[in-house]
C-alpha cells in the first residue's frame, strides 16, 4: 500500500515570522493577555479559528473573475442556489455575510422572549443569537460528550431523553425549533450521526417541533458518518449530507467553514412563508435577497467552495490532518478530547494544568502559555466563552475547560503540526510550574470573550 498524501499541491505561498519569547511576552501583555488582541503578524502559526481561514483552490480563484455584482438577479446567485440546492436539497436561499448573520435573520423570524430553543451545545454565537432576544438555549448533548475519554463515535449526538424533558417541559408554542449542530463545534469538533438525526426527527415530529440544522461543518460531519456509521461506507459524501438535511425544514451556514471561502453565509429552507418573512429582515440587514451581504465574486467562490468540500478525498485529506496533530498529542500523553475532531485538536486544560484555580480561567492560561512558548495563537474554549448566567450575572462553569487548536482548511503542513505537537509537549513539561491563572480587569455583558482584559492573577 503506498502512503497516503495530499490531494493538492501549492501555487502561492505567503511568509510567517517566527519572534522571540521577549517580543511575544510583551506583546501578550499589550494585548492584556487577550489573544484575539494580538496582530496576525506577531503570530508564527494560527489556530486561532478555522472560519474563514482557509486557502481557496485555483477553480475558486477562476470563479472570482466572472463573479456577476449586479444587485438584484446575480448570475453567481443562480449558481449559489443551485448548488445548494443539490447539496441540501432546500429550495429557498439566502445569504448572508456570515454565520452568525444567517442566525440573526432567521432567529428574527422563529425565536420570541422566553422561548426554549434544544440542541447539542449551541456555539457561542448561536446562543448570544437566542439570549439576546431573552430566549433560552437548552443543551440537551449525550453525556459521554463531555468525558474525554470516552472514545464514543458520534459525540455531538442529542440525548433523546433530555431531548424529551424539554418537549414535555414547555408547550409547544415556546419552542420554536430544535438546533442540531454539524458538527458539534462546542463538544469538540463531534459528529452526528445519521441514526441520531432520524431519531431525534421522529422525537420532535410527535411534539410538533420542526429540526434546523447549524450546518458549518456538515461535510465534516458527513465524512465521519461514512467513516463510522455502520451501512453508510458506500455512500458519497453528498449522498449523506442530503440525508442529514431531510431531516430538518431548514439551515443556517457559516461558508466560511465548509464553504471554503474567506466569508459568508446563509440560510437555506423550503417553508415558504418563513422565506418571505426571512427575506424581509436579510433586506434590512445584510442586502438584498439575491445578494445578502455577499460580493457576486464571492457566492461565485462560494457555490464552487461546496462542491469541493464535500469531495471525499478533500475531506480524507483535511481530517487526517487534524487527526496527525491529535495522534502526536496523545502520545506525548497530552490530555485530549477523544475522538480528535474534524476541524480542531480541543486540549483538557484541567487536566493539563491541575493546579490553576478554575475563577482563574486554566484554559486561557494554557492559551496563554502556549502562544508565549512558540508564537501559536489558539483560543479558550472554557469559562471566558461561556459567559456570565443573563440572570445571576455568575460565572458559567461550563463541563470542560479546553484550548481549542483549530486548523485552518489546506493552509499548513505536516511539519507545522509536529512543530506545534513539540511546542505544547515543552509546555507540558514544565506545567507543574504553572500554579497561577488571569483575573478580569474588564468585560463586555455578553461574547466577553472577544474583549476581555486579564492580569496576572
Ligand atoms: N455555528 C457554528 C457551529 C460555528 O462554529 C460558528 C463560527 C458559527 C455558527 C458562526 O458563524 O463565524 O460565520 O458568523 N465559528 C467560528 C469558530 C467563529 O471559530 O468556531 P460565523
Redesign the pocket.
Known sequence: KLPYAEPFRIKMVEEIRQSTKEEREEWLKKANFNLFNLKSSQVFIDL?????TGAMSDQQWGAMMTGDESYAGSRSFDKLHETVQNITGYQYLLPTH????A?NVLFSVLVKDGDIVPGNSH?D??KGHIEIRKAHAVDCTIDEAFDIENPHPFKGNIDLQKLENVYKRYPKEKIPFCLI?ITC?SSGGQPVSLENMKAVKELSDRYGIPIYF?S??FAENAYFIKMREKGQENRTIKEIAKEAFSYGVGM?M????DGLVNIG?FIALNDAEIFKKASNFTIIFEGFITYGGMAGRDMAALAVGLNEATEFEYLESRISQVEYLGNKLIEFGIPVQKPIGGHAVFIDALGFLPDVPREEYPAQTLANEIYKEAGIRT?EIGTLLADRDPETRENRYPKLELVRL?IPRRTYTNNHMDYIAVAIKNVYDRRDEIKKGYNIVWESEILRHFTVELEKA
Open positions: 486561532l479559528t478555522d472560519s474563514g456570515q454565520g452568525r448573520a442566525e456555539f454565537t448561536t449542530t463545534n447549524d458549518a461543518r443556517t457559516s461558508s466560511k467553514k453565509g483560543v483549530a
